[in-house]
């Protein structure tokens, strides 16, 4: 097999490329309300289940713990989320979304809206390409694909 060493060719860089531009586009658009793209996703998992374990939000976010607790600190100082100790282990902390934390919700659903909205793709097409995406991903080892999605 020959090796095409042409940049436009290879798949990893076009992967790079279109999560710089999907995380610059979200980057913008969050800004006006404060967020940052990594607040944001921290979120969506929380507003898809609140309570989470801080080891199984950071397993769903791909973050290790190093990066999550600065991450948490900030939700939690903005007054969008909340940490408790649960029940007898002290060392198990849940995140759960505050009020205001719930309430963003529904300006971060038209952010979305926007954002699909100003691309030139189907939405046929945006969805077959978010299950390629996580068929790669699960192929290469860094994550399984998510149900439903």
Not at 29 to 42: E, F, H, K, N, S
Not at 44 to 49: D, H, I, N, P
Not at 121 to 141: D, I, K, N, W, Y
């Amino acid at each position: 097999m020959q090796t095409d060493h042409h940049l436009d060719q290879q798949l990893c860089f076009a992967l790079y490329s279109a999560a710089r531009s999907a995380t610059a586009a979200y980057r913008d658009a969050l800004a006006d309300i404060g967020l940052t793209y990594t607040q944001y996703v921290t979120l969506l998992a929380l507003w898809e289940r609140d309570g989470q374990a801080v080891t199984e939000l950071g397993e769903a976010l791909h973050l290790d713990s190093g990066t999550l607790s600065p991450l948490l600190k900030r939700l939690s100082a903005s007054g969008l989320v909340e940490r408790r100790r649960e029940g007898e282990d002290a060392r198990r902390v849940t995140i759960h979304l505050t009020d205001a934390g719930r309430e963003l919700e529904s300006q971060v659903a038209a952010i979305q809206r926007r954002l699909y909205d100003a691309v030139d793709m189907e939405p046929e097409e945006l969805a077959t390409l978010r299950h390629l995406a996580q068929r790669f991903c699960a192929s290469v080892g860094n994550t399984t694909p998510t149900q439903g999605a």
